[in-house]
C-alpha cells in the first residue's frame, strides 16, 4: 500500500493543488487533502496559535491537527521567494514561518516533506528534488515534476472557466458562482479567503443574494508581470495578484464599487488594500468597502454591510 502524505486544504493549495496532487501521486503517494474548513478546525486552530496570526493561518494548523494522524508524512512547502520579469518578489511572512510554527505547536508530528521554494537559493524543482533526497520517492521525479507542470498548466484556464479554483481539490462541486444581476462588485481577495465557506462565510453568494452581481477575476501572467514593474508595486509575490486584479476590475470591467475582504492581522493586506482603495476611490471614483474576517466574525453582521453597501451602489446608480 502506498504511503499516504497529507495536503492542508488551506492557504497556497487554493493555487498549487494541482501541481502538488499530481506530483505526489505519480511517485506512488496516497495523496490525503483535509476537510473543507469547519468551523470545528477555526476552533481547534485558535486553540493552538499565538495571538499573532491570521484567520487562514490559524485554520491551517487546525487542519494540520485533523491530517496528522491520518498520514505518515505531511507536506509543508516553505514560499519564499519567487522571481517575475526578473524581479524577486516573496511569499507572506507568516506563511514562510509555518513549518516551524507546525514543529513548535505539535509534539507528535509524521515525517515532513518540505520543499523551501527559493529562487534566490534555486529552482522549485531543485527545491522539489531536495525536499525528497531523505525518501525512496526519487526514481520517476523527472516525470512527476513534468507531469505535475502540465497538471497545473491545465488547471489555469478551468479555473478561469468556473470562475473558482475548487474545482482542482475534486469537490462535487465546482464552486462556480452564477453571474446573477444588478450592480457588477468587483471582489478583491486571496483565493484561500474567498472560496473557502468555513472562512468568508460565503461572501460571494451573499453578494448575489443581495442582488448584486459578484465579479472575480484571474490575473494573466503577463497582468502579473506588468503589476511587477510597476513604481508602486509591493514585494510580496501574492499580493501583485491583487493589485493585477483590481486593476483590471478598475479599468477593465468598470465595476460599480470594490468589495475587499481580508483577514485581520494580515499585515501585507493592510498595505495592498490601502493602494487598491486609494485607486478605486481617487483615481477611479469607484466606491470601496473592507471586510476584515477574523474567527469573531459574524455571519448577520457581514450580510448587514454587503446588503448596506448594495443599497449604496443602486442610489448612486440612480
Known sequence: MANRIGICRALHAYHHYAFWRTFFSELGWEVVLSEPTSRSIIETGVRLSPAELCLPATAFLGHVATLKDKVDALFLPRIVCTKVAGGRFFGCPKAIALPDLTRAVFDDLPAIIEPILDRQ???????????????????DFA?????????????????REFGSPV???????????SAGSGV????????????DPGLSLGVLNKVKDAGAQPVVVFPTEAEVERESKRETTLSWYYELDLLAASRRLLEIEKVDGLLLVASFACGTG????????????????????LLLLDEHTGE???????????????MRRQ
Open 121 to 139: 537559493i534555486r529552482t522549485e524543482k531543485e527545491s522539489f528534488r531536495a525536499a525528497l533526497s531523505g525518501t525512496s520517492r526519487r526514481a
Open 143 to 159: 516525470r512527476a515534476f513534468a507531469r505535475a507542470g502540465q497538471a497545473a498548466a491545465a488547471a489555469i484556464p478551468r479555473t
Open 167 to 177: 474545482h482542482m481539490f475534486g469537490d462535487a462541486a465546482d464552486g462556480r458562482i
Open 184 to 195: 457588477k462588485i468587483g471582489v478583491v481577495g486571496h483565493s484561500y479567503l474567498l472560496f
Open 270 to 289: 493592510a498595505v495592498t488594500n490601502e493602494l487598491i482603495q486609494r485607486a478605486a476611490v481617487h483615481r477611479h471614483h469607484v466606491p470601496t468597502i
Open 300 to 314: 448577520a453582521g457581514l450580510v448587514t454591510r454587503v446588503e448596506s453597501f448594495i443599497d449604496l451602489l443602486k
